[in-house]
């Protein structure tokens, strides 16, 4: 059983290169809870593909408004914008670009992409998966759990388990 072991073992290592099973991006506290039935959030819902909103220190920003943070918000390592993309129907992702790894200079959103002000990398985000369109980076984009409920209008976002 061990010389089995033993020859199977590198093979599966082999098979495994590549795989990135952490980012790069360093974790960081995120959390945000709203009703998309009231106040600025009406209108972030499933239907309305290609809408986003940012959460950064500076609050939480839609639709040209700002909402100031509550203690319990968290916003991840460098922002994290949450997008509508009609698949999932929700994608988070931390605004920080693991080519760059700079918190201080997080990525601007386009409506499509994530773009990266340092490298220039784009990410894109309206097919739900933040991969890198120019092939500078290697790593796609820190993805955060967002999951909605149709019923209560809640929309949540966490940390991916």
Do not use: W
């Amino acid at each position: 059983m061990r010389c089995l072991l033993l020859i199977v073992l590198p093979f599966l290592l082999i098979g495994c290169k590549g795989t990135n099973l952490r980012s790069a991006v360093p974790d960081a506290p995120i959390h945000l809870e709203r009703n998309t039935n009231v106040g600025m959030y009406v209108n972030f819902v499933p239907e309305n593909i290609s809408t986003y909103l940012i959460i950064d220190a500076a609050g939480i920003h839609l639709n040209g408004i700002t909402e100031p943070l509550t203690v319990q918000d968290a916003y991840g390592y460098a922002g994290t914008v949450v997008y509508i993309d009609g698949e999932h129907p929700y994608g988070a992702y931390d605004l920080c670009c693991p080519h760059c790894l700079l918190r201080d200079k997080p990525c601007t959103v386009d409506g499509i992409y994530a773009i990266c002000p340092v490298c220039n990398e784009h990410y894109d985000i309206y097919l739900g998966n933040g991969v890198p369109q120019y092939g500078i980076a290697q790593e796609q984009l820190k993805q955060y759990m967002a999951t909605y409920n149709a019923s209560t209008g809640k929309l949540y976002v966490g940390p991916k388990n």
